[in-house]
């Protein structure tokens, strides 16, 4: 018996030593995997920084670029495009305008009714109407006609406070989200769709034109007065209520800006100067590349990935449409390459876009205790039944340095336009006011992201200069900045001047 029993204790003794032996091991490992989780993160921390430095960098190149782009066409990743709008809305405007948004699957129609400095926007209606998809993919009369129908049916229903007088005819503002060769500022040609759509008989044609053929068709006498890119119209729906508004910049899923330029300092203007001796100009800087940029390796595998490989860099890096992506790439590395979610990788991770930006912002918003926000997401949209403090840490910090590079390029790029405008510095004896009308999801909902873009921004132009710049959101320059542009370049602006 006694021997049984001492085989026995040496047998157990040797089973727990086995036991201490593989519980070490494990945590060594599991240490080792958790220093690689952190090795991973600082090595993203480092190659997102933007320091103040890095910043001026990346101003002085978009300044450099955006000179180069209002040279010559092509003469730089900037477009620069000429919007044709010299113009903008003073808040004199009187009368009701239209304006037609198409972007995407949806389109609105919108009335819009100005009473001039005191009543401003008096009333405003919309409807928005959903397109069948096989009408994406048809010929451009069928698509053209369902839109006019549509506007022709909403144009129906005007009540007696919009009242046309005798002999007018009614005016729209267009704005039209896909890429197009601006010709005057009704005209411009489709150059490609985009958005699912596919009408290959669109392109090369002037939509204004589609449109207005469809208009007749259905009996509907309307001028088309402006063909507005959103950014456009977010400037001018700005301008409206505040006549030091210089800019707009949308951060939303995409990302642009607009801006107005003084139009003797537009070389590839070869028109008549305007009146005003302004123009807007359409920059498309999403498409913004320089070698200032910090780019990950992550940046880099996503750009590979897309659709337009080497093209919209700065968009691919604080828009939207990518913050979310980013941060799933990052965290795919982890788990593939320190089990940060356990022994195997969560299968919905892999999927790309998977994590949204406003999931993203949702977890980086998250301030209770437990970070019980960003437990429930990663539940939620990875299937993660659970997650540790530690790794929900993690997690807040990647949201933190993606967005906080997104925030401060973007801030970068605002101080590069108020540079090319000589506007990024105290001048004795002015007090100049600039102000940023914004717009889009990005900086209306991502509270952290619109937050240092504001501080980063003021970072740029030091204390003094920074009283003297405002930034403000101006809310629907797709549709209600449309109609006002209807407004400011109307047919019968003379009239109203005269009478």
């Known amino acids: 018996m006694g021997k049984v029993a001492v085989g026995a204790t040496v047998v157990c003794a040797a089973a727990v ?77 009187h009368g009701f305008f239209y304006a ?44 053209f006609n369902f839109i006019a129908e549509a506007l022709a049916k909403f144009v129906a229903t005007e009540g007696e406070d919009f009242h046309l007088p005798e002999g007018r005819q009614r005016e729209l503002g267009f704005t039209f989200s896909f890429p197009v060769k601006q010709t005057s500022l009704s005209s411009g040609t489709l150059i490609k769709w985009t958005k699912g759509f596919s009408i290959e008989d669109t392109v090369g044609q002037d939509v204004v034109g589609e449109l207005v053929k469809a208009m007749e068709r259905v009996g509907l006498d309307m001028n088309v007065t402006a063909l507005v890119n959103d950014t456009v119209g977010t400037l001018a729906g700005g301008r ?50 320089s070698s200032h940029l910090p780019l990950t390796e992550y940046d880099h595998s996503l750009d590979f990935d897309s659709l337009n490989p080497g093209e919209q860099i700065l968009e691919k890096i604080i828009s939207g449409m990518y913050l979310g992506e980013i941060l799933r790439r990052v965290l795919l590395k982890m788990a593939e390459e320190a089990a940060f979610f356990g022994d195997s990788v969560p299968p919905k991770l892999r999927i790309p876009f998977i994590i949204r930006t406003p999931n993203m912002s949702a977890m980086h918003s998250d301030t209770s205790p437990d970070l019980k926000v960003v437990g429930s997401k990663l539940k939620d949209i990875l299937e993660v039944p659970t997650t540790s403090l530690k790794m929900r840490k993690v997690v807040i910090s990647l949201c933190d340095i993606i967005a906080s590079r997104g925030a401060r390029l973007s801030a970068a790029g605002i101080y590069g336009i108020l540079k090319k405008l000589g506007r990024d510095a105290p001048k004795e004896g002015e007090t100049q006011k600039s102000v940023i009308a914004m717009d889009g999801g990005l900086f209306e909902h991502y509270t952290q992201f619109s937050e240092c873009m504001e501080s980063s921004l003021k970072e740029l132009l030091g204390d003094e200069a920074s009283e003297s710049v405002e930034v403000i959101h101006s809310n629907d320059g797709s549709g209600v900045g449309a109609a006002l542009l209807a407004a400011s370049h109307s047919q019968y602006l003379e009239d109203s001047e005269t009478s």
């Open 17 to 93: 030593c086995a036991a201490s032996v593989y519980i070490v091991r494990r945590r060594m490992q599991s240490s080792g995997k958790w220093a690689r989780v952190i090795e991973i993160l600082k090595v993203l921390e480092e190659d997102c920084a933007t320091p103040t430095a890095k910043l001026r960098q990346v101003a002085d190149a978009m300044t450099v670029e955006m000179h180069a782009g209002l040279a010559s066409e092509g003469g730089s990743k900037l477009k620069m495009l000429i919007s044709y709008v010299d113009n903008l809305p003073s808040g004199e405007e």
């Open 100 to 143: 037609l948004d198409l972007g995407g699957t949806n389109f609105r129609v919108m009335r819009v009714l100005l009473g001039g400095k005191e009543g401003r926007v008096v009333k405003q209606e919309s409807e928005e109407v959903s397109i069948p998809p096989h009408l994406m993919i048809s010929g451009s009369d069928e698509l």
């Open 240 to 289: 409206y209520y505040n006549p030091d508004v210089v800019a707009a910049v949308i951060l939303g899923t995409g990302t642009n800006a607009a801006y107005v330029e003084r139009a003797h300092a537009i070389p590839k203007w070869h028109g008549l100067l305007p009146k005003s001796g302004e123009m807007v100009i359409n920059m498309e800087w999403g498409n913004f590349r």
